[in-house]
């Protein structure tokens, strides 16, 4: 027996770092996927291998240790976590593949915990629900990172377009969001625990200046909300550059994000912004047309990734042979 999951990757597009003080935010599930295959293992050992990020591992799921064979670690603590939460040891085989670049942006590691979470419950043969699955994902991201918002792991397992409220609602704004963006990422990776701290830091010493930005980037994605459901692609790339403006304003931004945002808005952008955490890390600029003259001049500098919404999230199955 062979248990099959997946999940997609994410995006932020409005509420970065304001949502960490309450405000609202809008995530997209974009249509990269990683997929987790667990099966017995027939040498007693647990093995986790990607042929895609080229890495293979033992691990040791009680004592959370690995002895890395081939390849970089950063994913591997989020699948020890999760195997050490809900699995009960007994020696697995764990192949991974991703078409989801790590450090690109776009919750590589939410997506490869929800598809682990996903694919350990079918192995187990354990009932569970999207809602139940997001929970536990989140668990495992905070216990790895020590902060995360619940944002990434819900969008991975819902799919769609989703609008977390102030008082942490969820509501997937149903509908069809098919204009192409870009994404565009350094290989400066951002350090997310690090860019929250500074925005606090910054924000106990200027409350008068930064707490009504804050407030600022709440309206603003409510008013994404709107533009969203009207299908109003202008009115949602102007605000994803007041958006920016905000951003840099909290001192998240860095040279090489700020060139890709000029760059892509110069070649016909409607809309760039930071995505995520920022300091290193991405942008997405939204290219109803031009998205190949987009690509094409980010990409004399940094790395390039053309994509799109999906509404596919979580999927798992078991396959008996
Ligand atoms: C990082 O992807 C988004 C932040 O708002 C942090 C978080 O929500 O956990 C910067």
Redesign the pocket.
Same mark, same amino acid.
């Given at each position: 027996m062979q248990a099959i999951a997946s999940a997609p990757g994410k995006t932020?597009l409005f509420?970065?770092?304001? &949502? &960490?003080y309450g405000e609202p /935010?809008i995530a997209g599930a974009v249509d990269k996927r990683a997929i987790v295959k667990i099966k017995n293992s027939n040498n007693n050992k647990t093995i986790l291998r990607s042929f895609d990020l080229n890495f293979e591992a033992e691990l040791n799921t009680q004592s959370k240790k690995y002895i890395l064979k081939r390849g970089k670690p950063g994913i591997i603590r989020y699948i020890l976590e999760a195997l050490n939460m809900f699995h009960d040891h007994s020696p697995i085989e764990i192949t991974l593949s991703s078409n989801i670049p790590i450090g690109s942006?776009l919750?590589s590691s939410a997506a490869v915990t929800v598809a682990t979470l996903a694919a350990l419950y079918r192995y187990h043969n354990i009932r569970f629900n999207k809602q139940s699955l997001a929970n536990d994902a989140h668990k495992v991201e905070e216990s790895v990172q020590g902060? /995360?918002?619940p944002?990434?792991t819900l969008v991975c397992t819902y799919g769609g377009l989703i609008y977390l409220s102030r008082r942490k609602t969820i509501e997937n704004l149903r509908i069809n969001f098919n204009t192409p963006f870009v994404i565009g990422f350094t290989s400066k990776h951002g350090n997310?625990g690090k860019?929250?701290r500074d925005?606090r830091n910054l924000k106990d010493s200027n409350p008068k200046i930064i707490n009504p930005l804050i407030s600022a980037m709440g309206h603003l994605t409510n008013s994404g909300k709107v533009a969203i459901l009207n299908n109003n692609i202008s009115k949602i790339g102007e605000l994803m550059n007041i958006n920016h403006g905000l951003l840099d304003a909290l001192g &998240?931004s860095t040279a090489e994000l700020s060139r890709m945002v000029y760059l892509a808005r110069k070649k016909g952008a409607v809309g760039a912004k930071i995505t @995520? /955490? @920022?300091g290193g890390g991405s942008i997405i600029a939204l290219c109803p047309e031009n998205i190949n003259d987009v690509a094409e001049e980010i990409s004399k500098y940094d790395n390039i990734l053309k994509t799109r919404f999906t509404r596919k999230g979580v999927s798992s199955k078991v396959k008996w042979y």
């Open positions: 932020i509420g970065e770092h304001s &949502v &960490v /935010a942006g919750g902060i /995360a918002s944002l990434d997310t860019m929250v925005v &998240v @995520g /955490a @920022g």
